[in-house]
Nanobody, 125 residues
């Protein structure tokens, strides 16, 4: 059974960068689209980015376009979210998600049934 583990979160100053990783185990990620989501305190979970199983299609929520980049390394069974020019409003727990029925880029959380435990990102001076 597929398991996802996020890492790379932490405390960073505004304008800084972080790279989040989503590592898969129990199954190869080659056949899965991957979504990145975030949830800030008191707010609903929000789709941040997604990448298709082939890596040929990506999408981003408007608030992170031009700052975040999603990529995948199937040899390492890992998907990355490079986050640059971070802002305090990016503060949230970030989750990656997958589902065997999802191969195209989808940023709706209801499509995904496999989730990681989340990694905290805090942007503060």
């Amino acid at each position: 059974q597929l398991q996802l583990v996020e890492s790379g979160g932490g405390l960073v100053q505004p304008g800084g960068s972080l790279r989040l990783s989503c590592a898969g185990s129990g199954s190869t990620l080659d056949y899965y689209a991957i979504g990145w989501f975030r949830q800030a305190p008191g707010k609903e979970r929000e789709g941040v980015s997604c990448i298709s199983s082939s890596g040929g299609s990506t999408n981003y929520v408007d608030s992170v376009k031009g700052r975040f980049t999603i990529s995948r390394d199937n040899a390492k069974n890992t998907v990355y979210l490079q986050m640059n020019s971070l802002k305090p409003e990016d503060t949230a727990v970030y989750y990656c998600a997958a589902d065997p029925t999802v191969v195209m880029c989808v940023m709706h959380s209801t499509w995904y049934n496999y989730w990681g435990q989340g990694t905290q990102v805090t942007v503060s001076s």
